[in-house]
């Protein structure tokens, strides 16, 4: 912005610059004709004072030969002829006259003649002989200064220097206009250039669209003059943009872009400027809205005509969009309004039934609360904050058969000074989101190896410890990673259970069964957790070589009281053992459930009628008793 | 020390003396030979009367020299008389305008700036020798063209009339 209006204001200053250096010429163009005439002018007026004071001395001489006039006021006009002649003879003034037609020759014979006078003039008598011869020898000069007038002023020689003159003069003007000319051309040249090129520089090739730096100038631009109307931002979003891209090809990508830029400019006033931010990302600003329905509405009807089928390849993808609306009414900056509208994108995106979602302050809390507790937790694990607000508690886990503890799974608990218990879900997110994962990671080996060196939570033979992983350390570096945390916090590999998602082994299926393999080599036990709420199929589980499965609680939950729950549990079990799968139940709460769980065959159970996740410092006190029954009394 | 004391006591004496004559001297004497100059118009000396100049009372008031080349000489001569200045003065004018004539009643106009700034001199001799009418005498303008090439431009030219003949200053 500030170097295209520094751009510009070079171009104007050197188009000023251009045109006042022609006006300059110009002006000294006729200032030196001026003067070459004036020298003319000088000229001549030193050629005809010199007739002049000539003529005078003639005709004094012939008055005082009539007695007209004194001999005092015959030698005034010898003496001020003399002095002409002197000064047409000397110095620079006269110097090109001079020159011209022999005219210092013929001057200064005349000079000769008037010095060689004097004698005579000095003694001249009334009536005498010698003042008559004096008339007729000036008499005789007359003539030829007489000639010298006319042969500068008028002969062939001075009209041909003058139309010499006049000719120079004709080719200058006609230089200098086309000086101006091209001048003006090269100016008008330069600033279509410009204005070309801002154009380009402000429209996305692919959508014909604005693009994001043209949105930001026109978003100040809204900002600065608070037009009439309300105003409002909306930030668009393909869902599932990626995927089209990377299913057809780049190529195929862009044309549906196009389809949808099509689409939206179709489907809004003239006046809204519609631009196109980034891959997949528009943005709008709607202007002189009459109200907030209307921008609303506006933005639905649109929400709505970019639900279509794209067709491509034989392939069909369903296009849809999220929709996040902010306007423009109490917001102080133009970077608000930005964050505002997409934060309710974000909205929008996550919530399944609203695609369209306005912007309200709670999200700006949220956003807040998220920015915080992301702090708080960098501070956490970047600093290597062991004993600090996060903490393990550990659930233990019994076979159901004789009540035996078989160990404990570690959850993580984050007493916030400031927002209190934090929800491990929204701890996990915000690790996950902001590229804390594998730190997390290695604050859950930290914190074990904490707990058992200062809390004593000293782990039997035989005892196993269950980590929940991160999806981020899901990866081919998975094992080695592992291998790494055990070697440095002192655990053995058969102490150590990992549970997995089934989501987080969908995203490749054939990496994620060779991470599966290789830690088993390594003696770690892994056992999927939640099963039964994502997308898995059974065939899925013939594939993926697990040791535990842990039947999610929505299962197990008045597993007494339904019927088809229990067929489902009972399923799950016999196709787990048939696999040599155990299979764990989760959530175990009451006797009834406890007893249903074992009759249908689950292997080991965890879950509040056992014990709630205990405190570090509670957990030895566990081994001993080692009969959850007996802890309880 | 002491002597030179009473030679510079002595100097601010006389020269209190000639300005006092000066300031007294408001009437002219008549000239004792031929009229080179005469001066008229806002002029307070001289109860105002038109001041004709011989030689010799110009010679009386104080003299200044230019060093310069002119148009209508060869090479730089040394020109000596009274700077208009000074003459304006002698008259006691605040005229702002100086009409000047010469014997062929050529004429040209003198401004303030000529003569306080560019410092127009009223010359009478040229290397020592009196300017005669055969040598643009007796009296003629002129400006240090040599030292102030910015004064080497026609409209000084213009105004350096010789053979001066008469001032009529303007208020």
Known sequence: MMKKWLNSLVLYGVALVFLGLSAISLNEYFRNSQLISSHIQL??????QLELEQQKFFNNLRLFQAGAISHKELMLSYDMLWNRLTIFLEGDENRDIRSRFHADKTVGEFFDLLRKLEPAMLHLQQNSSPISQLVQDVAAYQSRIRELMVLNFTGPEASKQLDGIRQSQRILAFNISGLVLSGCLLVFYLLRQSRRYNQLALS?????????????????????????????????DLNHFREV????????????????AQRIRAHLRQQDMVARLDSDDFAIILKDLDSREEGLGLMRYLQRVLVFEYLAQDKVFQVDVGIGVAFMHDVVSDDDIMLEASLALSEAKRSKEHAVAL??????????????????LRRLLEGGVVDGALRLVYQPVYRLSDQTMLGAEALIRWAHPHYGNIPPPELIEVAENNGLGRALGEWLFSRLQFDRDVNRVTWPDGMTVALNLSPSLFHAGLPDWVAGQLQRTGFRAEQLVLEITENITMVDFQRSKQILEDLRQMGIKVALDDF????????????????????DRSFIHNLHEDQNQRMFVMSIVQLAHHLQVQVVAEGIECRPEELLA???????????????????????????VGNPQQALH | MRRLGLAVGITLLAALMVFSYMARASDFPAPMDDVILTVSGDIKANSGKDIDFDRAMLAALPQSEINTGTPWTEGVHNYKGVLLKDLLKAVDSQGKEIIARALNDYQTTLTIQHVDEDGALVAMEEDGQALTVRNKGPLWVIFPLTDHP??????????????????VVNP
Request: glycine share 8%; aromatic share 8%; net charge positive.
């Open chain 1, 43 to 48: 000229s001549a007026w030193s050629l005809a």
């Open chain 1, 204 to 236: 996305d090739p692919l959508t014909g669209l604005a693009n994001r730096s043209a949105f930001q100038q026109q978003l100040k631009l809204t900002f600065s003059r608070r037009q009439r109307g309300l105003s409002a931002l909306c930030l668009i």
């Open chain 1, 245 to 260: 891209n990377l299913t057809l090809g780049q190529a195929q990508g862009d044309d549906m872009l196009k389809r949808v």
């Open chain 1, 359 to 376: 912007f309200e302050p709670w999200m700006s809390e949220q956003e807040h609360r998220r920015r915080e507790l992301l702090q708080s």
């Open chain 1, 532 to 551: 039964g709420t994502g997308y898995s199929s059974l065939s899925y589980l013939r594939e993926l070589k697990v040791d535990k499965l842990k039947i």
């Open chain 1, 598 to 624: 074992t009759e249908l065959g689950c292997d080991e159970g965890q879950g509040y009628l056992y014990a709630r996740p205990l405190e570090a410092s509670h957990l030895p006190g566990m081994w001993l």
């Open chain 2, 150 to 167: 910015e004064l080497n431009v026609p409209s000084i030219h213009s105004a350096m009339i010789w053979q001066l003949r008469a001032i």
